[in-house]
């Protein structure tokens, strides 16, 4: 063992000091609120401090239980937990409804985690289409399409339906009303999965008729890692929320204890902490969410200066995490002496990170919560270095 890697020196991050563009990192990045309360709260299990009732959500000191009725009350939803991520509260939802199999249909621009959560619930799992190159449009009534489709091929009806409010992608914002109305009249309860929305840009649930609404703490309410927000409508709280059967046999196990979230909500420390501290900061910046999309345009309208390049997906964007095609990157790195990292390597010499290494013909960049004069830094940084490889820049 070479335990000297180990230490504080050798724990700086890649990326400090530099413009982090990196497209899961922006909403997660804490406030300086939360910032104030990590040491404090840093010990494991510090939240346990007084714990009467053996669940964290119901914790009065600190805020649990508090915080827990304003978030739903911000998701306009009427029941909250925290989970071990976005991740971790789909498969709490999925394995309630998969006792006897049944199927989830998704849309294809889910996420992995979707198709985990499914596969670890015993799920079968069929995906609504998108549109394809280069919109990759999620079209609402193609669910209506799938939901006949595992119908003919099923006998019944699917068990659950989940829309990616915005996809990781193309940051392409899906339209979660129309596919809510849809799976209202089918009678098939609806999770939308707001990871990329909800906390970075408002997100009303029971506008979108969603029986859930997941949320990701790290990646967009600028809290610290792992936790996740599992919001419902009321009917499913006793399904969802079902507790412990062991309590029968063994004095172990408590009634109170939900067995979806593991009997007590894995974010005892500075999860739920930063998340809290954070709260007051993330009600208030979704307000602004429009002008979070006037710098995402203006990033995407430079970048389309460098000739050949283009965003894909919808357009305009309507988010601040963009896939750009950069066919001339590519073409440069083929020649080039760092190969596909001279991109990455370039940048970060400018100051910017967060490129995906190796990556040339597209880029995905995530300009949320940067300061116009930042903004304007990565996009003079991607100008400089077009140039200095001989592209084209129309400026
Ligand atoms: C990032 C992301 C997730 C995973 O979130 P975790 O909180 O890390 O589990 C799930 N779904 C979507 C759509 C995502 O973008």
Redesign the pocket.
């Known amino acids: 063992m070479k335990l000297d890697r180990y230490t504080p020196e050798n724990l700086r991050r890649p990326s400090h000091g530099l413009i982090n563009i990196h497209p899961?990192q922006r909403g997660g990045i804490l406030t300086r609120e939360a910032r104030e309360v990590l040491l404090e709260w840093a010990d494991g299990y510090s939240v346990c401090d007084v714990c009467v009732k053996g669940r964290v959500d119901l914790l009065k000191t600190p805020p649990i239980e508090n915080l827990k009725h304003d978030v739903a009350e911000f998701l306009n939803m009427d029941e909250v937990r925290f989970?071990?991520?976005?991740?971790?509260?789909?498969f709490a939802i999925m394995r309630a409804f998969s006792e006897n199999g049944g199927t989830i249909v998704l849309d294809s621009l889910?996420?992995?985690?979707?198709y985990i959560a499914a596969e670890l619930s015993g799920l079968n799992i069929v995906e609504v289409p998108s549109t394809g190159y280069p919109e990759y449009d999620i079209l609402p009534e193609s669910y209506a399409q799938t939901f006949e489709r595992v119908r003919e091929e099923t006998g019944s009806n699917p068990v659950l339906a989940l829309l990616?409010?915005?996809?990781?992608r193309y940051g392409n914002v899906a339209d979660a009303v129309a596919v809510g109305k849809i799976c209202e009249e089918y009678g098939i309860p609806f999770i939308l999965?707001?990871?990329?929305s909800a906390g970075v840009m408002p997100v009303d649930g029971k506008r979108c008729k969603a029986a859930f609404v997941?949320?990701?703490?790290?990646?967009s309410w600028a809290a610290t890692?792992?936790?996740?927000v599992l919001a419902m409508a009321e009917e499913f709280m006793g399904s969802v929320l079902s507790t412990s059967k062991i309590k029968d046999m063994t004095e172990k196990v408590s009634p109170q204890k939900e067995l979806g979230l593991f009997g007590c909500s894995p974010v005892y420390g500075l999860p739920v902490i930063t998340l809290m501290a954070s709260f007051p900061a993330v009600v208030e910046r979704v307000k602004h969410w429009d002008d979070e999309v006037r710098k995402s345009r203006y990033f995407v309208k430079e970048m389309e200066k460098i000739m050949g390049l283009r965003q894909i997906g919808r357009r305009p964007t309507e988010h601040t995490l963009n896939a750009i095609e950069t066919p001339p990157f590519y073409e440069v790195s083929k020649t080039h002496k760092k190969k596909g990292y001279f991109l990455y390597k370039a940048l970060k010499n400018k100051g910017v990170a967060g490129l995906q290494p190796g990556l040339t013909k597209s880029i995905k960049v995530n300009t949320y919560g940067l300061t116009d004069e930042e903004t304007e830094k990565v996009v003079q940084a991607f100008k400089e270095i077009a140039r200095e490889n001989g592209l084209e820049v129309d400026d």
């Open positions: 899961i989970s071990a991520g976005a991740r971790h509260a789909m889910a996420h992995y985690t979707s990616t409010h915005v996809d990781y999965n707001a990871a990329y997941v949320g990701s703490g790290h990646k890692a792992p936790i996740g």
